[in-house]
């Protein structure tokens, strides 16, 4: 049976912040784990936040790791819809 | 006094002037054959040619109405309106009023062109029924109406969120422009994550954009981030068929390739630059078109279009007929020079065989050569008749409909030659020759069903030679004129005696008198008595004249002459330009 993982991320999801990001979620990545990420402190995102969860999606699916954003403010929402991507929000703040 | 002084002025009132007749003369052949796509073709490359004109020479009135003209025949052409839903009538009212403006401009009339503002705006409220184009300045923002679907492909420099330039900032600009209809991320160059620096892009766009706005205008969005993103413009459908059609209405003299697709807005400036930079650094040759296709600036489809068009280009300028105006006197005096060379050649040829000097290779061959020259002097000189009958096709046209009348023109041997100074003589005889045959000779439709003819009418014009003289019968198959009402009409006007006797071609002769109508009502077409006499007049003036003869309800016919002018008499029959007679030789010899 998956472990289940939640991380929460304490900041924006902004290129200011990606860099230390990163790392981090990369280290807390274990196979068969089913991962939350919380954005509830995440106030803002920009295109390279954008991009960190697509490349945290694929490394979680080449790990068969399942992934959740959970507490999604209005404003990260936006820019995912605006990008039309479905990255199994669950929920919103 | 003329403000068309200089040679950029007249160059552009001869060729507005030759457009305009073109435009007239191919929406009479469009009337009857709507369905015909090369004439819309030829229209609208003529509307193209002269609003481009009149846009260098900064004449906005003729630019912009020829621009509503131009847009409707854009639509015939690419088949969106068919050309029977655009009546003639409204497209001809607009080649009316731009010749009145053309001939405002010439007679230096700011004024006058002022005076045609309201019609200029009333005409293209009338053509803009046909294209939804409001009838507005051509550099207003266009017509949401217009919308169509552009497929942009975008992606980045690594650096740019670096920079704080972030793709999602400009691409919600895009939709200022219009509506994004969808919108692709791209990860596909996302690497490994040993490799993923997190602060550089690696994401790319593929955008729907439902916009009026042109190539330009969407990359002008970009343009804070344009050296640091790549940006591919795929026109909606629509916008690319039109853009054909651009490329094939381009008037002639654009030669590079990559201009003449800025021009028609199948690629920008930026687009044209970035393209010749990289042929530019690329190790091995390549053409503009190869590069702008492989950078995924333009479809390869346009570039074959632009490339056959510059092919075109090129081709009619080797081929070109160049107009060329030159003194009358010039001419004549070169026919003379010729005439005389040739005539001396031929003395030293009779000599040199009289006393066996080799000289007969050369000096024959000196006078095909002299031949040669007086047939194309001859052409300089000359013109087909048919250039006499240029408003003829409108004239009868426009005055069938005001008369309810219905009418066939045929000319029959338009093509020969005569003198250009007679040419333009005739025009005005043929003119009223012709108006007066459907006003006073063509029965209506039902007068004429009523005495069996066919309801359409026909006046019927055939050329001859005829010795050094053209004969020209203009015949209708109308209702004839009556000498009974001839004499009639004559004597209540005291022109003739009621007791006296006349012959019926005596009494026909009465139409060539000064202030001889028979006309019932006086229209503005004829039956104000003026006309005939002048007619006559014009001919004698020409050393020529002009008869009558009429079947009562079978139709009249006028067979004018028109001997050859004297720079004509030794040029023609032939070739045989030395049948000449003394009086020319005397005149050729002093010119010379």
């Not at chain 2, 008369?403 to 250009?420: A, F, N, P, T, W």
């Not at chain 2, 004559?490 to 000064?514: M, T, Y």
Request: glycine content about 6%.
């Amino acid at each position: 049976m998956a472990t289940h993982c939640r991380i929460e991320l304490e900041g924006d999801l902004t290129v200011h912040r990606v860099a230390e990001w990163w790392p981090r979620l990369l280290a807390s990545l274990a196979p068969d784990t089913d991962l939350s990420l919380s954005l509830a402190s995440a106030a803002r995102i920009d295109s390279a936040g954008v991009q960190m969860l697509l490349m945290l999606r694929r490394e979680t699916v080449a790990r068969r790791m399942s992934l959740r954003l959970e507490d999604v403010r209005p404003e990260v929402q936006a820019l995912l819809e605006f990008y039309r991507l479905d990255m199994g929000v669950a929920g919103e703040v | 006094m003329s403000v068309a002084g200089d040679d950029f002025d007249s160059s552009f009132l001869s060729e507005s002037g030759e457009q305009l007749a073109l435009l007239e003369s191919l929406l009479l052949q469009l009337e009857r054959n709507p369905d015909d796509i090369a004439l819309a073709d030829a229209l609208l490359r003529s509307a193209h040619t002269l609003k481009g004109s009149a846009g260098m020479m900064g004449l906005s009135a003729i630019e912009q109405l020829a621009h509503a003209l131009e847009s409707v025949l854009e639509q015939l052409r690419s088949g969106a309106l068919v050309a029977a839903a655009v009546p003639v009538s409204d497209l001809l009212v607009a080649v009316d009023l731009l010749r009145k403006l053309v001939g405002s401009w010439s007679l230096g009339d700011p004024a006058g062109l002022r005076l045609y503002e309201a019609e200029c705006l009333r005409v293209q409220e009338t053509l803009a029924r046909y294209t939804d184009l409001a009838p507005v300045r051509m550099d207003a923002v266009p017509d949401d109406a217009d919308a169509e679907v552009w497929t942009l492909e975008l992606s980045f420099e690594p650096g740019v969120l670096r920079q704080g330039l972030d793709p999602a900032y400009f691409l919600h600009h895009l939709a200022h422009l219009g509506r994004i209809v969808d919108l692709k991320v791209h990860d596909e160059r996302l690497p490994p994550a040993a490799q993923y620096q997190p602060e550089d892009c690696y994401l790319s766009f593929t955008v729907q954009l439902e916009t009026s706005a042109d190539k330009a205008d969407i990359e002008q969005v970009f343009a804070f981030v344009r050296s640091d993103c790549h940006l591919r413009m795929h026109p909606p459908a629509s916008r690319q068929r039109a853009l054909l059609s651009r490329i094939r209405a381009l008037p002639e003299g654009r030669q590079r390739l990559a201009e003449l697709l800025v021009e028609v807005g199948a690629i920008t400036d930026e687009e044209m630059r970035r393209a010749l930079a990289l042929q530019a650094s690329g190790a091995h040759p390549r053409s503009i078109g190869e590069v702008l296709v492989d950078a995924g600036f333009v479809d390869a489809e346009l570039v074959s279009a632009a490339v056959e068009k510059q092919a075109d280009n090129r081709a009619r300028q080797a081929g070109e007929v160049e107009t060329v105006r030159v003194p009358r006197e010039s001419l004549e005096e070169l026919l003379a020079l010729v005439f005389n060379m040739a005539q001396v050649a031929r003395n030293v040829q009779t000599q040199a065989g009289r006393g066996g000097v080799s000289l007969q290779g050369e000096l024959e061959a000196m006078d095909v050569l002299a031949g040669e020259a007086v047939g194309t002097a001859r052409r300089l000189l000359m013109l087909p008749v048919r250039e006499a009958f240029r408003r003829s096709h409108r004239a009868l046209r426009d005055l069938a409909r005001e008369l309810g009348k219905e009418v066939e023109l045929s000319l029959q041997g338009e093509e020969l030659e005569v003198d250009r100074l007679q040419v333009e003589r005739l025009g005005e005889v043929v003119l009223h020759l012709l108006r007066n045959a459907l006003d006073h000779g063509i029965e209506t439709p039902a007068e004429r069903e009523a005495v069996g003819k066919p309801r359409c009418g026909r006046i019927t014009v055939s050329l001859q030679r005829d010795g050094d003289s053209l004969l020209m019968n203009l015949a209708d198959d109308g209702r004839g004129i009556d000498p009974e009402q001839l004499r009639q009409r004559a004597v209540e006007r005291g022109l003739l005696r009621a007791d006296a006797c006349h012959s019926e071609a005596e009494l026909l002769e009465l139409i060539f008198s000064p202030g001889f109508s028979t006309a019932r009502d006086i229209t503005r077409v004829s039956g104000r008595g003026v006309g005939l006499d002048v007619v006559r007049e014009t001919l004698r003036a020409l050393r020529g004249d002009v008869t009558v003869s009429t079947t009562s309800g079978t139709g009249t016919c006028f067979i004018l002459r028109l001997p050859a002018s004297a720079a004509q008499r030794t040029l023609l029959a032939d070739g045989s330009w030395l049948v000449v007679d003394q009086t020319q030789r005397s005149i050729h010899y002093k010119a010379a």
